[in-house]
């Protein structure tokens, strides 16, 4: 049973563009959440999601940010119009219940 | 001030030495968690815990509801156990509210 897996490990994007982070929770996981390290800062929730629906959005930013659990596939981390202060380490986690398992995290530098 | 306090924020030790990081919440919660996060930034699941003593190897963990502390504790440290310890704290609302980390280093 693979772990959490996400990608691309790194990406570099130039401001005003967009940014898509995915996230493949493990087998048989149904939550998944996000969350956002900031250099030399700590992890913040983003937001938690069940197939198809988002149970909790209230750490994402109010704009360029939304995220998806689609029935089929990975969940998927949208920034548009990147700008500067989005670099950071994004990290998802997935769940069967209480206990989370982390991805490796995508690590996000904006030119 | 923030829901969850880590202390201390840097540590370094003798290889060997016994470790003793703290955290203390202000929030209710329904479990408590510590994580591991290595230079290379990956984060692995040590423990969770709402209740009483955990232990996995050199690794123990033990929380206090009524005082709302917990303390991960590390026996026999190891150079390999160099990393940010993070607590993070799980309100019943599924979100996790994370302290800020300690940065351990241990010396051969």
């Known amino acids: 049973n693979a772990g959490v897996m996400q990608n691309p490990r790194h990406l570099v994007r130039r401001r005003g563009q967009e940014a898509r982070l995915r996230c493949s929770p493990m087998?048989?996981?149904?939550?998944v959440y996000w969350y956002r390290q900031l250099p030399e800062e700590g992890l913040k929730f983003m937001v938690y999601l069940q197939k198809e629906n988002i149970i909790d959005e209230s750490g994402m930013p109010k704009e360029r940010f939304s995220a998806e659990f689609p029935k089929e596939g990975p969940s998927i981390l949208r920034i548009q119009q990147v700008v500067r202060g989005d670099s950071a380490a994004y990290f998802c986690?997935?769940?069967?219940?209480?206990?989370?398992?982390f991805g490796p995290g995508t690590r996000l530098t904006v030119l | 001030k923030n829901e969850v306090e880590q202390s201390p924020q840097n540590l370094t030790a003798q290889e060997g030495e016994f470790i003793t990081i703290n955290c203390s919440y202000s929030?209710?919660?329904?479990?408590l968690h510590w994580l591991q996060q290595h230079p290379g930034g990956g984060i692995v699941s040590l423990f969770m815990?709402?209740?009483g003593k955990k232990k996995h190897g050199r690794l123990i963990a033990t929380i206090n509801i009524q005082e709302k502390h917990s303390s991960l504790h590390i026996t026999a440290s190891h150079p390999r156990d160099s990393a940010v310890y993070i607590c993070a704290v799980e309100e019943n609302t599924d979100k996790l509210i994370f302290g800020t980390g300690t940065r351990l280093q241990v010396f051969p």
């Open positions: 815990l709402s209740s």
């Open positions: 929030v209710g919660i329904s479990a």
């Open positions: 087998k048989g996981h149904s939550h």
């Open positions: 986690a997935s769940s069967p219940g209480p206990r989370k398992f």
